[in-house]
């Protein structure tokens, strides 16, 4: 894995971590906290790649961002039987999971 997942880890642990949809929504993404969002936006590619999602997630992406600049239809269209906090539970707990070696 990346040098960034001990400190992403480190925040979800304090329960200090953006919600996907803050995420997703923020205009602020540079400035306080920017490791931080460089890091979930990493890892959160990563998780939609093992779900097997990623390529439809970008391709729907891609087709609407003039409707859906921050990709949240489109996620909701890849993941459509799972709430956004659904999803972000699973991928903090993912997170987690990943040890830090790899």
């Not at 920017?34 to 998780?47: D, I, K």
């Not at 707990?93 to 830090?100: I, K």
């Amino acid at each position: 894995m990346n040098w960034r997942l001990a400190g992403l880890q480190e925040v979800v642990r304090a329960g200090k971590l953006n919600s996907l949809a803050t995420m997703l929504e923020s205009p602020h993404f540079r400035g306080p906290g920017e490791g931080t969002n460089y890091a979930q936006a990493r890892y959160f590619c990563l998780y939609m790649q093992e779900q097997g999602v990623l390529t439809d997630f970008y391709r729907a992406f891609r087709a609407r961002h003039a409707d859906d600049p921050r990709g949240i239809q489109a996620l909701a269209e890849v993941f459509p039987h799972t709430s956004i906090e659904e999803l972000d539970k699973d991928f903090q707990s993912w997170v987690l999971n990943l040890p830090a070696a790899r």
